[in-house]
Each structure stands twice: as C-alpha cells, then as structure tokens.
C-alpha cells in the first residue's frame, strides 16, 4: 500500500464541488432538460472502475472520496429522472399553444 497522491484528492475534490452545483440547479429550477443520463451513468460507471482500483491495488482513506462523488452523481441522476416527465410535459403544452 503506498501513500495517497495530492494530485488525485484535488482532483476529486473539484469534482465534488461542481456535482453539487449541478445539484442545487436541479432541485431549485426542477428543470433537468439538456442534461444526459448517459453521461451521468458513464461518470457512475467510470467511479465505480476508480473505486475498484482503489480496492485492489491502492486502499486508502481516498477511496472514500470517490465514493462521494459516485454518490453525488447518482443523486443528479436520480433527480434527471423524477423531473424529467413533468420537464417534458411543460415542453409539449408550451408547444400546443404556440
């Protein structure tokens, strides 16, 4: 097990502060239009593949942080699909009135 690297924890860390703005955007607008669950899951996915090299080859309390982000990722994920329908809704009616 060798030490940490500085380089990977800021790199984490500034992911862990833009997910959140992506959050707050998304619970105070409830407007998800634009953003991709495809890329979202693709982050997920790429997260869980760090946390398992983590695991394997390098634990250390580092892991913990790629976990958050996982997390914060998935939250964004999950309020993409419960605003998603109403967003899509509002799109098609201010397009009937047009």
Not at 31 to 54: E, L, Q
């Amino acid at each position: 097990m060798s030490g940490f690297s500085i380089w990977e924890i800021l790199m984490l860390l500034c992911f862990a502060c833009s997910w959140p703005v992506s959050i707050v955007k998304a619970l105070r607008t409830k407007i998800v239009v634009g953003k991709s669950p495809f890329f979202m899951m693709m982050i997920i996915i790429g997260y869980v593949f760090g946390i398992i090299h983590k695991i394997l080859y390098n634990p250390d309390i580092v892991t913990f942080l790629w976990a958050f982000n996982m997390i914060l990722v998935m939250v964004d994920l999950f309020l993409y699909f419960l605003y998603i329908g109403d967003n899509k809704k509002q799109m098609a009616a201010k397009s009937e009135n047009k």
